[in-house]
């Protein structure tokens, strides 16, 4: 196929159709679910590991691929980020996902696109970015 032809809406559906037809979701999602579930419960440890004492909250997602987390009061995630990539984590502010005017105290946390080490070592980092950028 030409090049062209890969990106047409028709070669998509195509391809969708041929994915589903084949019973490929079938087989796999269960497998896709139980990765997130554990990569989300190693993120969840790992906070209430690393965060004791920083008033960091969180939330437990039933689904998806991300937790949202909220700063202490006078934090700023725009603020933390550039210190938290020092350290070898990141992490995206969330305040550009609200409808309105943004909390520029929220995070949105990636649990899927990481090993449970590496998460572990991720969620240490963030942690000791934090209690370096608290306000005095």
């Known amino acids: 196929k030409q090049a062209a032809d890969l990106h047409s809406p028709g070669f998509n559906q195509r391809m969708v159709a041929e ?17 997130y579930k554990a990569q989300r419960d190693a993120m969840l440890a790992a906070l209430a590991r690393e965060m004791q004492g920083l008033d960091l909250q969180w ?43 943004g909390d520029p105290r929220t995070l949105r946390l990636s649990f899927v696109t990481a090993s449970e080490a590496q998460i572990n070592t991720g969620i240490a980092a963030l942690a000791q970015a934090i209690r370096e950028q608290l306000p005095a």
């Open 59 to 101: 939330n437990t997602p039933d689904g998806g691929m991300f937790l949202w987390a909220r700063l202490p009061a006078g934090m700023n995630a725009v603020e933390l980020l550039p210190r938290a990539v020092d350290k070898g984590v990141a992490f995206v502010p969330g305040a550009a996902f609200y409808a309105g005017a």
């Open 19 to 35: 994915v589903m037809k084949g019973g490929f979701l079938d087989r796999h999602v269960p497998t896709i679910r139980a990765l």
